[in-house]
Antibody, heavy 117, light 108 residues
Framework: QVQLQESGPGLVKPSETLSLTCTVSGGSINNYYWSWIRQPPGKGLEWIGYMYYSGGTNYNPSLKSRVTISVDTSKNQFSLKLSSVTAADTAVYYC???????????WGQGTLVTVSS | EIVLTQSPGTLSLSPGERATLSCRASQSVSSSYLAWYQQKPGQAPRLLIYGASSRATGIPDRFSGSGSGTDFTLTISRLEPEDFAVYYC?????????FGQGTKLEIK
């Protein structure tokens, strides 16, 4: 059973870069697409971007200028970097596997990142 | 970019009743590319339905999905206490993904 676990700082200062890692266990990161999704407190879900295990990426146009997703197949991990953060980037950040090209399953438990000085 | 609009925003029903949740797309979506998720407080979303009508592994058969084009529906035939949650639809198109804003299903 594949499981995903997000990790990283829970507090980031405005204008700095948010960095999170998703560790995949119980299965290989190879041959799949992997994604990041976020959810501001009390609000809905927003897709951030995805990458293929071999390196191809695509990002939400609204975040594209600030987002980088990368993969480390040797560690079975993939990562998110979001630059120039503001309070509007405060959210629970989820990592997820993309299955069948279309749907997200499974998901990590999520990690809350707060942007504040 | 395809925008998904879910209705109603909140649905108040009692256990045992039937729930019908709607998801409308701003342009046509392939049925293969439409999914539904359930999210309970403090938890990650869980995949319920993919390909508009196929239940994910372990999902009870009281959950069903239907629809095509721009109009899709999630139906819960007889509500159980554990079904009260927020439900999201999600689409894939042109290498981009988007979610609806969610429908909160609450106990009446």
């Amino acid at each position: 059973q594949v499981q995903l676990q997000e990790s990283g700082p829970g507090l980031v200062k405005p204008s700095e870069t948010l960095s999170l890692t998703c560790t995949v266990s119980g299965g290989s990161i190879n041959n799949y697409y992997w994604s990041w999704i976020r959810q501001p407190p009390g609000k809905g879900l927003e897709w951030i971007g995805y990458m293929y295990y071999s390196g191809g990426t695509n990002y939400n146009p609204s975040l594209k200028s600030r987002v980088t997703i990368s993969v480390d197949t040797s560690k079975n991990q993939f990562s998110l970097k979001l630059s120039s953060v503001t309070a509007a980037d405060t959210a629970v950040y989820y990592c997820a596997r993309i299955t069948g090209t279309v749907w997200f399953d499974p998901w990590g438990q999520g990690t809350l990142v707060t942007v504040s000085s | 970019e395809i925008v998904l609009t879910q209705s109603p925003g909140t649905l108040s029903l009692s256990p045992g009743e039937r729930a019908t949740l709607s998801c409308r797309a701003s342009q046509s979506v392939s049925s293969s590319y439409l999914a539904w998720y359930q999210q309970k407080p403090g938890q990650a979303p869980r995949l319920l339905i993919y390909g508009a009508s196929s239940r994910a592994t372990g999902i009870p058969d009281r959950f069903s999905g239907s629809g095509s084009g721009t109009d899709f529906t999630l139906t819960i035939s007889r509500l159980e206490p554990e079904d009260f949650a927020v439900y999201y639809c999600q689409q894939y198109g042109s290498s981009l993904y988007s979610f609806g804003q969610g429908t909160k299903l609450e106990i009446k």
